[in-house]
T-cell receptor, first 119, second 111 residues
Framework: AQKITQTQPGMFVQEKEAVTLDCTYD???????LFWYKQPSSGEMIFLIYQGSYDQQNATEGRYSLNFQKARKSANLVISASQLGDSAMYFCAMREGRVSNFGNEKLTFGTGTRLTIIP | NAGVTQTPKFQVLKTGQSMTLQCAQDMNHNSMYWYRQDPGMGLRLIYY???????DKGEVPNGYNVSRLNKREFSLRLESAAPSQTSVYFCASTTSLNIQYFGAGTRLSVL
């Protein structure tokens, strides 16, 4: 079974609208972390936001927020007031297990969603 | 403010040739990783190093070797390149929260 599932291969959204990118995950470990990364056409991977499984509140970073629904095992990324520069691939990823002092837990990535913002 | 630096950015090899991809980080992170990215498959872990002097296999280690030269540097070696190793390779290092920061990537073509 896929550990991270991103069901939207591509999305087109009008500029200034809000966007929700879907991510569901599968783990039996009670300790885990969820991450979102952005990959623009230039190719680099840019960290956006992190949510720990025990975090009580949804994570937010500027225009990015993570809609964390633990019972549904979903961790959707919400981008408010989309901009042309938001056009990119977006990847959801998961770390299973507690964070150790060495931070050596591996990440599992989804296949990504290509977001295109239309002017 | 370099972060994670990968060299080279592009490389073309013939089948059977060898090469080493270099990665260095200046953030004093303990753990470092090598991934490959293929179309439609996201990132897959090749090898990782939890700390200086240790390395472990990831999901797709066959055909690769790694060296953790010191805390800053983690290299990936292809001993005998194959067309199936055509990919984009990313190096990453991680903070204590396991937030991974990536290099700019190496685009490798094996003919």
């Amino acid at each position: 079974a896929q550990k991270i599932t991103q069901t939207q291969p591509g999305m087109f959204v009008q500029e200034k609208e809000a966007v929700t990118l879907d991510c569901t995950y599968d783990t039996s470990d009670p300790s885990y972390g969820l991450f979102w990364y952005k990959q623009p056409s230039s190719g680099e991977m840019i960290f956006l936001i992190y949510q720990g499984s025990y975090d009580q509140q949804n994570a937010t970073e500027g225009r990015y927020s993570l809609n964390f629904q633990k019972a549904r095992k979903s961790a959707n990324l919400v981008i408010s007031a989309s901009q042309l520069g938001d056009s990119a691939m977006y990847f959801c990823a998961m770390r299973e297990g507690r964070v150790s002092n060495f931070g050596n837990e591996k990440l599992t990535f989804g296949t990504g969603t290509r977001l295109t913002i239309i002017p | 403010n370099a972060g994670v630096t990968q060299t080279p950015k592009f490389q073309v090899l013939k089948t059977g040739q060898s090469m080493t991809l270099q990665c260095a980080q200046d953030m004093n992170h303990n753990s470092m990783y090598w991934y490959r990215q293929d179309p439609g498959m996201g990132l897959r872990l090749i090898y990782y190093s939890a700390s200086e002097g240790t390395t472990d296999k990831g999901e797709v280690p066959n055909g690769y070797n790694v060296s953790r030269l010191n805390k800053r540097e983690f290299s990936l070696r292809l001993e005998s390149a194959a067309p199936s190793q055509t990919s984009v390779y990313f190096c990453a290092s991680t903070t204590s929260l396991n937030i991974q920061y990536f290099g700019a990537g190496t685009r490798l073509s094996v003919l």
